[in-house]
């Protein structure tokens, strides 16, 4: 199954195009190892790139955000489905455990310097198993 954005709404659909079904209002998909779930960003502007992480069931069922962070992108499940790693806002990447309340944890971050110079960590990827 292949995962995209159209219109700032996540679809699915098989590899070659057909049984396009909407799944729900974001960006950025990443499936889930299992191919259960998806990961995405709910923008709060539109024409955003960043936005609070959901997770949703491959149909479009059971929409949950995770955390409370409204200004985060890129998000990308890793290979055992337990974390999730993703860019903050001009904060570099960081990771979070998928259960609740769980804190989130600084992985890479973005250094600023003097006269706006500034070093950026963003767009995450888990080596698979």
Do not use: C
């Not at 995209?4 to 209002?25: C, F, I, Q, W």
């Not at 769980?102 to 003097?114: D, K, M, N």
């Not at 006269?115 to 990827?125: R, T």
């Amino acid at each position: 199954m292949l995962a995209y954005v159209s219109g700032e709404k996540v679809y699915r659909s098989d590899p070659n195009g057909g049984h396009r079904s909407l799944v729900t209002a974001g960006i950025s998909p990443d499936w889930s190892p299992a191919g259960s779930r998806l990961v995405l960003i709910r923008p709060f502007r539109p024409g955003s790139i960043t936005g609070r992480i959901h997770v949703v069931g491959a149909r479009g069922h059971g929409l949950q955000p995770v955390g409370k962070r409204r200004d985060l992108a890129h998000p990308v499940w890793s290979p055992d489905g337990r974390w999730l790693a993703f860019d903050g806002f001009e904060l570099g990447v960081h990771k979070r455990r998928l259960l609740p309340h769980a804190r989130l944890f600084e992985i890479a971050p973005t250094q600023s310097g003097s006269e706006g110079a500034f070093v950026s960590s963003f767009d995450a990827a888990w080596q698979p198993r």
